[in-house]
């Protein structure tokens, strides 16, 4: 649970940041154009190419922060079937 929370801090803080420096510079961002790999993305690139990298990160740190999130859920939810599964032998 502290390792979820931890991580969710830490990547929201990053994600914030660059959301910020992005939002500074009038760059338009959806979510949409971060997570799928296709033409609108490159189109985004192609308007905003001194943010290029910026973008990328952004949309790294996005998908790695969800990538986590769910490991992490997974795990907790695994720990808590087995501690309940313990719990009904032990009656």
């Not at 959301?19 to 979510?31: F, M, Q, T, W, Y």
């Amino acid at each position: 649970m502290t390792g979820l929370l931890v991580t969710n801090i830490y990547y929201r803080f990053k994600v914030l940041k660059l959301s910020r420096k992005l939002n500074r510079a009038k760059v338009e961002i959806s979510p949409k154009m971060l997570f799928q790999p296709g033409s609108e993305k490159e189109n985004m690139l192609k308007r905003y190419p001194q943010h290029r990298d910026d973008i990328i990160r952004l949309g790294h740190y996005m998908r790695q922060s969800m990538r986590i999130f769910v490991a992490l859920l997974i795990a907790i939810l695994v720990m808590a079937w087995f501690i309940n599964q313990g719990s009904e032998y032990s009656r």
